[in-house]
Nanobody, 119 residues
Framework: QVQLVESGGGLVQPGGSMRLSCAAS????????MGWYRQAPGKQREWVAS????????YKDSDVKGRFVISRDNAKNTAYLQMNDLKPEDTAVYYC????????????WGQGTQVTVSS
């Protein structure tokens, strides 16, 4: 069982930046790919980005790839999502995930952290 705890959400103005962190409670962190998903009000939850245990990354689309950076620190059992040039449409609850499937690392989920982009 892996427990995931997100932190770093809050309110930010359009064009601002924010970094989300995800601490994983496991001794086998390097076995897992890590991911970030989000769910905006009234919308389906969607995948944002994933990172392989070796550091390879994939993103939802070119817009996210150009503004967000997913990373991990295996020594700290922590994954990150650096979000830059934030837009109001990025407003959502962001969830950290972990899994053995790099393409869909959804074996474990965090509780979510709210990100609100508004002036």
């Amino acid at each position: 069982q892996v427990q995931l705890v997100e932190s770093g959400g809050g309110l930010v103005q359009p064009g601002g930046s924010m970094r989300l962190s995800c601490a994983a409670s496991t001794n086998a962190f390097t076995l897992y790919a890590m991911g970030w998903y989000r769910q905006a009000p009234g919308k389906q939850r969607e995948w944002v980005a994933s990172i392989h245990s070796g550091g390879h990354t994939i993103y939802k689309d070119s817009d996210v790839k150009g503004r967000f950076v997913i990373s991990r620190d295996n020594a700290k059992n922590t994954a990150y999502l650096q979000m830059n040039d934030l837009k109001p449409e990025d407003t959502a609850v962001y969830y950290c995930t972990a899994g053995l499937d790099w393409g869909e690392p959804t074996d474990y989920w965090g509780q979510g952290t709210q990100v609100t982009v508004s002036s």
